[in-house]
């Protein structure tokens, strides 16, 4: 089955840029789409983005439409997600999640996650 890994969280002023990836392994990554997802803390996981299995669809939140930008490279088994802009309330971990049939932006849609990386904006 397809493990994913997210990276490239950290601690940035707000305004500033991050760029998360999600690295897959051990499946298919074309047979994937992926779809990013955020959780701060005390609340619910929420949807953020979906990027179908080629890449040409996409899906955004409307609280992130205009900074976030989702791109994917089959060729490297890598999505990414680029964030500019950021705000406080962009603050919460970050994880990447997979299916074979689509996005969706409910957390039980997903077949795989991977663990999160931690991204926090600062007023």
């Known amino acids: 089955q397809v493990q994913l890994v997210e990276s490239g969280g950290g601690l940035v002023q707000a305004g500033g840029s991050l760029r998360l990836s999600c690295a897959a392994s051990?499946?298919?990554?074309?047979?994937?789409?992926v779809a990013w997802f955020r959780q701060a803390p005390g609340k619910e996981r929420e949807f953020v983005v979906g990027?179908?299995?080629?890449?040409?669809?996409?899906n955004y939140a409307d609280s992130v439409k205009g900074r976030f930008t989702v791109s994917r490279d089959n060729a490297s088994d890598t999505v990414y997600l680029q964030m500019n802009s950021l705000k406080p309330e962009d603050t919460a971990v970050y994880y990447c999640?997979?299916?074979?049939?689509?996005?969706?932006?409910?957390?039980?849609?997903?077949?795989?996650w991977g663990r999160g990386t931690q991204v926090t904006v600062s007023s």
């Open positions: 051990g499946g298919t990554f074309s047979s994937y789409a």
């Open positions: 999640a997979v299916d074979r049939r689509g996005t969706g932006e409910k957390t039980r849609w997903y077949e795989r």
């Open positions: 990027i179908s299995w080629t890449g040409r669809s996409t």
